[in-house]
């Protein structure tokens, strides 16, 4: 039987198959196919995603993301800095900077270490989309920023922010989190027709203006514990909303962990840092 070494990794409890496609030997049907087979729990490995790592003439690496119901996704904040940490302890890569052609361009990492392995990764995510068609949404004229703007759902009235952070996002802020918005607007909102691509969805709380609690229904998967484009976003948000202050550093607190978010404002890349790890490596059945 053919078989194929994987590593099991997270990032704040966000999880992933993820393994070195050095050859680019699976085109991204092949990728759909081994997420869908292999990315349900109970029935396969168990992730929220699957990433497979090969080589770029662009950059140093290349990153493929493939959502649990084999969607494509174009950025996985949470599985970039898997990347950085596979590729610096996996593939001993002893560089504290590399780059990764994403879907959403080529993005610097940044990789601290203690006692000789990946401790902290730290990702320059891009520049903010914020007019409508960059989400894409039809809440607003394709010129324009949805800030605040309101979406009824289900009899509840939501304040949407939409930010593209290589992936679409929309982000309300709300006095308290529950179950109801997350798990019952939650999916409503991802596929609503006014996000013809569908979007993923932050219920996010105000502690104080450097302190965020947030939890987050992802396109294609669900709720997970973590998303990081899913944190900058909220961050944007907070910002432009006036929640937080602009080139601060605020910790956004997720159900799997915290990350630290950074944007200086518009027209500058949101910075983003945060653990990932290894959980256990082996192999898929490729027959």
């Known amino acids: 039987m053919q078989a194929l070494r994987f590593h099991k990794m997270h990032g704040c409890g966000n999880d992933f198959i993820v393994f070195d496609d050095e050859q680019d030997r699976f085109s991204w049907d092949e990728l759909s196919q081994l997420a869908r087979r292999y990315c349900p729990r109970r029935f396969g490995v168990g992730a929220d995603g699957l990433i497979a790592i090969g080589r770029h003439p662009g950059a140093d690496y290349e990153m493929r993301y493939v959502n649990a119901d084999g969607s494509r996704a174009e950025m996985c904040g949470n599985g970039i800095r898997c990347v950085g940490k596979f590729v610096g302890d996996e593939l001993g890569d002893i560089r504290s900077h590399i780059k990764v052609?994403?879907?959403?361009?080529?993005?610097?990492?940044?990789?601290?270490?203690?006692?000789?392995?990946?401790?902290?990764?730290?990702?320059?995510?891009?520049?903010?989309?914020?007019?409508?068609?960059?989400?894409?949404?039809?809440?607003?004229?394709?010129?324009e920023p949805?800030?605040?703007?309101?979406?009824?759902?289900?009899?509840?009235?939501?304040?949407?922010?939409?930010?593209?952070?290589?992936?679409?996002?929309?982000?309300?802020?709300?006095?308290?989190?529950?179950?109801?918005?997350?798990?019952?607007?939650?999916?409503?909102?991802?596929?609503?027709?006014?996000?013809?691509?569908?979007?993923?969805v932050e219920f996010v709380q105000v502690l104080a203006p450097e302190n965020l609690r947030m939890r987050v229904w992802e396109r294609g998967v669900g709720e997970t514990w973590a998303c990081g484009t899913g944190a900058c976003a909220t961050v944007v948000a907070a910002v432009l909303n006036g929640h937080s202050r602009p080139g601060s550093d605020v910790t956004v607190k997720l159900n799997g962990g915290k990350l630290i978010i950074n944007w200086p404002g518009e027209g500058k890349d949101v910075q983003m840092t945060g653990p990932a790890e290894f959980v256990y490596h082996g192999f898929l059945g490729l027959d």
Do not use: C, W, Y
């Open 101 to 143: 052609m994403t879907g959403n361009g080529v993005l610097p990492i940044s990789l601290s270490r203690l006692a000789g392995k990946v401790d902290s990764i730290t990702v320059g995510m891009g520049v903010p989309g914020l007019k409508a068609a960059s989400i894409p949404t039809t809440l607003k004229p394709i010129s």
């Open 146 to 200: 949805v800030l605040a703007t309101e979406l009824a759902v289900d009899g509840t009235i939501l304040s949407l922010t939409a930010v593209n952070m290589g992936n679409p996002h929309a982000v309300s802020f709300v006095d308290s989190i529950t179950d109801q918005l997350v798990l019952g607007i939650g999916p409503q909102v991802e596929k609503h027709p006014v996000f013809p691509e569908g979007v993923n």
